[in-house]
């Protein structure tokens, strides 16, 4: 069974660059697929941040592309999210995901269970 | 303002059948498939639908995906209390080198 896990500081100052890793039980990254990021404001909907292939190819939302950088680590079985600059705005619980993308079919067949990441000084 | 376009709320009792419709464009549901998820209150999403129409393994036959032009509809049949969630429907989007879309979601009530 496919296990992901989030994990970083829950807690980043305004300015800063948000760092979150997912590790991954279960599947072996460098097999295949996308892996991607998902955000939820408390209250709100998800947003889509980005994906990336074990080879390092990368989509990323046209609206965070500046901000965001999704590397992976295969040796590690994981994969990690930065965003530079935060704001209040990026506070959220961060979602990471396996993504299954055969275009014109694109979805997230497993997910973590999210971790809270709140920007405040 | 999503790009998908969800109802915000809708309510049934049990045994009931609720549609929950979903409205994009050309560029997303238009040209490719539509997937739903599920969110129990405080858990991470799940995957509910995905393809238009096919169900992962685990998801019972009482939930159903359609798909028509520039818009899909998730179907629950023979409602039960433990269907009470938000529920998202999302689609690739073409424009702008190609992204995930959203709807902004959908909290089903279980009277």
């Known amino acids: 069974q496919v296990q992901l896990q989030e994990s970083g500081p829950g807690l980043v100052k305004p300015s800063e660059t948000l760092s979150l890793t997912c590790a991954v039980s279960g599947y072996s990254i460098s097999s295949g697929y996308y892996w991607g990021w998902i955000r939820q404001p408390p209250g709100k909907g998800l947003e889509w941040i980005g994906s990336i292939y074990h080879s390092g190819s990368t989509y990323y939302n046209p609206s965070l592309k500046s901000r965001v950088t999704i590397s992976v680590d295969t040796s590690k079985n994981q994969f990690s999210l930065k965003l530079s600059s935060v704001t209040a705005a990026d506070t959220a619980v961060y979602y990471c995901?396996?993504?299954?993308?055969?275009?014109?079919?694109?979805?997230?067949?497993?997910w973590g269970q999210g971790t809270l990441v709140t920007v405040s000084s | 303002q999503s790009v998908l376009t969800q109802p915000p709320s809708a309510s049934g009792t049990p045994g009931q059948r609720v549609t929950i419709s979903c409205s994009g464009s050309s560029s997303n549901i238009g040209s490719n498939t539509v997937n739903w998820y599920q969110q129990l209150p405080g858990t991470a999403p799940k995957l509910l639908i995905y393809s238009n129409n096919q169900r992962p393994s685990g998801v019972p036959d009482r939930f159903s995906g359609s798909k028509s032009g520039t818009s899909a509809s998730l179907a629950i049949s023979g409602l039960q209390s433990e269907d009470e969630a938000d529920y998202y429907c999302a689609a690739w989007d073409d424009s702008l080198n190609g992204s995930v879309v959203f709807g902004g979601g959908t909290k089903l009530t279980v009277l």
């Open positions: 995901a396996r993504v299954e993308q055969w275009l014109p079919s694109y979805y997230f067949d497993y």
